[in-house]
């Protein structure tokens, strides 16, 4: 089974303040994603990384900052968090398997107030 | 600019009430296309991956199909446990795996 864990379920974090977002995922896999999820908005993609210390931007990285020290470990940082970071943030890792398929983990709700 | 539209964004059904969930997209050449379940409050589970049309998937009371413009969830005769947020997400070629998503249909089944 596919297993990605994230640090938190919920966090509440103050406007200004910096954010970690931790993303742990144990099979060995090179992509990995970082997602926030908005009502009406869908999943949008914010940073991912196809090897260690390799990092492109999704479509809304403004704001946001990503880590790759380890193949197992990819960080989301919010520099200064602020009330329209409020949202849902999900990891995915993509299974290397042909298929595409990309796994999540439970998400973090995050408000910052 | 690549779209993934779904519709009806919501949809309640009597439990045993069979319905379809769409999915239509446009972008320049689909490498595959994804269905998601997603309870509140957590990630969304992989149910499908379709490939090129004309295939078929099926699990439980779930089938989804693949034309060249959608795709369809069938559900068939619901039970209240499928009640969740059914996401699609298209993947096209030469983007890298990045996933483009609906913004979801959120299906309650009533007992």
């Known amino acids: 089974d596919v297993k990605v864990t994230q640090s938190s379920r919920y966090l509440v974090k103050r406007t200004g303040e910096k954010v970690f977002l931790e993303c742990v995922q144990d099979?060995?896999?090179?992509?990995m994603f970082w997602y926030r999820q908005d009502p009406g908005l869908g999943l949008r993609l914010i940073y991912f990384s196809y090897d260690v210390k390799m990092k492109e931007k999704g479509d809304i990285p403004e704001g946001y900052s990503v880590s790759r020290e380890k193949k197992e470990r990819f960080s989301l940082i919010l520099e200064s968090a602020s009330t329209n970071q409020t949202s849902m943030y999900l990891c995915?890792?993509?299974?290397?398997?042909?298929?595409?398929?990309?796994?999540f983990g439970p998400g973090t709700r995050l408000t910052v107030l | 600019e690549d779209q993934v539209t779904q519709s009806p964004e919501a949809l309640r059904l009597q439990e045993g009430e069979s319905s379809s969930l769409n999915c239509s997209y446009t972008?320049?050449?689909?490498?595959?296309l994804f269905w998601y379940r997603q309870d509140p409050g957590k990630g969304p589970e992989f149910l499908f991956t379709l490939y090129s049309a004309g295939e078929e998937k099926e699990k439980e009371r779930l089938k989804a199909t693949l034309t060249k413009k959608e795709s369809f969830l069938h559900i068939t005769a619901p039970k209240p446990e499928d009640s969740a947020t059914y996401l699609c997400?298209?993947?096209?070629?030469?983007?890298?795996?990045?996933?483009?998503f609906g913004s979801g249909t959120q299906l309650t089944v009533l007992p």
């Open positions: 972008v320049s050449g689909l490498r595959g």
């Open positions: 995915a890792t993509l299974v290397p398997d042909g298929t595409d398929t990309q796994y």
């Open positions: 997400a298209v993947h096209k070629t030469g983007s890298a795996r990045q996933l483009t």
């Open positions: 099979m060995d896999h090179e992509n």
